[in-house]
């Protein structure tokens, strides 16, 4: 049984329809990525998953569940986290601060538990525990991305949703990042990710889908579709 599934979901702002009855699968424990030009619909569809955008027709199901109608922050409390695009940051409050709005989001069991995660995200993201006193908005642009998904990691997502990591960041910073999505995944955390980096994203991805206007157009493995010479030329400026 796949941990989320989209099935025939149609999504739509007013009488438009931005995502055409598209079904998605991520298994337990994959690191699956959704591809596509700007306007796609990718970030349409990452927010219906994460239940800030309602499905117009169809149904999002999480471990097997209905979660279509299910509101936003009852869907955090079931596992389902997100980074959003643009960082979405708490300018304002050092990054233990940021860090705790994410802790915020789930209970812990107990102090060890909180304890751990903060270690664990400290160890993914060393320049955040060098910087945990810093305010978010003096950061530069690839640490504020890595606070915004070690702030989705305190709520320890079953289900992690990245929008556009990459976007905005020097190459280098860029590979860091997709290193670590790496080790996340590799770690145990199933991953969905929207990217426009095609190569990192489809080189580290169990499975992608290309979204075209709406509409997939094509899916397989990460590495089968990077070597497409179809998706070459579209998405990766090689003809």
């Not at 569940?65 to 409050?93: S, W, Y």
């Not at 999505?181 to 290309?210: C, H, K």
């Amino acid at each position: 049984m796949p941990l989320l599934e989209l099935v025939d979901t149609t999504i739509a702002y007013g009488r438009i329809e931005a995502v055409h009855g598209i079904s998605i699968t991520v298994d337990e424990g994959e690191l699956v990525t959704l591809i596509g030009a700007n306007g796609a619909g990718k970030t349409t569809t990452m927010r219906a998953i994460s239940g800030i955008r309602p499905v117009s027709k169809g149904a999002i199901l999480f471990d097997g569940v209905d979660i279509t109608r299910m509101k936003a922050h009852l869907r955090v409390l079931e596992g389902i986290v997100q980074a959003p695009e643009g960082r979405g940051i708490f300018p304002g409050m050092t990054v233990m601060e940021n860090l705790e709005m994410g802790a915020y989001a789930r209970k812990f069991a107990s102090k060890a538990e909180h304890r751990e995660t903060v270690d664990r995200v400290f160890d993914l993201f060393p320049r955040l525990a060098e910087r945990r006193t810093q305010t978010g908005g003096t950061m530069s642009g690839g640490e504020q991305q890595m606070l915004a998904i070690g702030r989705a990691l305190m709520a320890r997502p079953r289900l992690l949703l990245l929008d556009e990591p990459s976007m905005g960041l020097a190459p280098m910073v860029i590979q860091q990042i997709f290193r670590i999505i790496a080790e996340i995944n590799a770690q145990g955390t199933t991953v969905l990710l929207v990217e426009q980096n095609a190569q990192q994203a489809l080189s580290r991805s169990d499975r992608a889908y290309v979204l075209e206007t709406g509409e997939i157009v094509r899916t397989g493995g990460g590495r089968e579709l990077l070597a497409d010479a179809s998706i070459k030329e579209a998405y990766l400026g090689v003809a």
